[in-house]
């Protein structure tokens, strides 16, 4: 079984600075997803951004980016030029697809607060 | 831009009853899925579903615990004796499958409490 593992239970940093939030998986497969989650104080869930595992470049979505080290199994995420709206709790995910089923097995989540 | 439609938002129910909650995925997505979160813990798998049958279960998705889609377009659990423990935050998903286009979105939950 997959598991996912998020050592940051919280994390606060100033507004326009940039902050990294880790994340490491362990897994015996090949091929496989990792996302990263924003879930803000409405508890919807909001894909931040998404990695293919058989990608070497890393992925990036404007102001979020991730640094993938398929070989250490790990799987963080920057946010440069942090907003106020970032403010939220973020959980990584990972997905092994099948046929019939992408489950998703998350992280314990990092709760991150940008300071006015 | 398509929705995963959850309702209610928030159900209260006694202890014992039985309670249904109600999704409407996207369209054309094939595969369905209900998570779980406990107040201030991480979002848990649950089910998964596809072709009209459950793919995958999780050990929370016990007896009390049932799934269907009824007439194509809903897709419901159904927890038959409801605990004080089975109060949280219950999310819906629906994919594309194959993750071809990557269309894999969330409702936005629907909050069970149990007194």
């Known amino acids: 079984a997959q598991t996912v593992t998020q050592s940051q239970p919280e994390m606060s940093v100033q507004e326009a600075e940039t902050v990294t939030l880790s994340c490491t998986y362990d897994?015996?497969?090949?091929?496989?997803?990792l996302f990263w989650y924003k879930q803000p104080p409405s508890r919807q869930m909001i894909l931040v951004i998404r990695?293919?595992?058989?990608?070497?470049q890393n992925a990036t979505e404007n102001r979020f980016s991730v640094n993938f080290q398929k070989a250490a199994k790990s799987f963080s995420l920057k946010i440069s030029d942090s907003q106020l709206g970032d403010t939220a709790m973020y959980f990584c995910?990972?997905?092994?697809?099948?046929?019939?089923?992408?489950?998703?097995?998350f992280g314990t989540g990092t709760r991150l607060t940008i300071i006015p | 831009e398509p929705e995963v439609t959850q309702t209610p938002s928030h159900q209260v129910t006694q202890m014992g009853q039985e309670v249904i909650l109600r999704c409407v995925p996207i369209?054309?997505?094939?595969?369905f899925y209900w998570y779980r979160q406990i107040l201030g813990q991480k979002v848990e798998f649950l089910v998964s579903?596809?072709?009209?049958?459950?793919?995958?279960k999780s050990e929370i998705f016990d007896d009390q615990f049932s799934v269907e889609r009824p007439d194509g377009s809903n897709f419901t659990l159904k927890i038959r004796s409801t605990k004080l423990e089975d109060s949280a935050m219950y999310f819906c998903?629906?994919?594309?499958?194959?993750?071809?286009?990557?269309?894999?979105?969330f409702g936005s939950g629907t909050r069970l409490t149990v007194v």
């Open positions: 998903a629906s994919s594309q499958g194959q993750l071809t286009n990557y269309g894999y979105t």
């Open positions: 897994t015996s497969e090949n091929n496989y997803y």
């Open positions: 990695q293919e595992a058989y990608k070497q």
């Open positions: 995910a990972f997905m092994k697809p099948y046929f019939g089923n992408e489950k998703l097995t």
């Open positions: 369209s054309n997505h094939l595969y």
């Open positions: 579903f596809y072709n009209n049958e459950i793919s995958e």
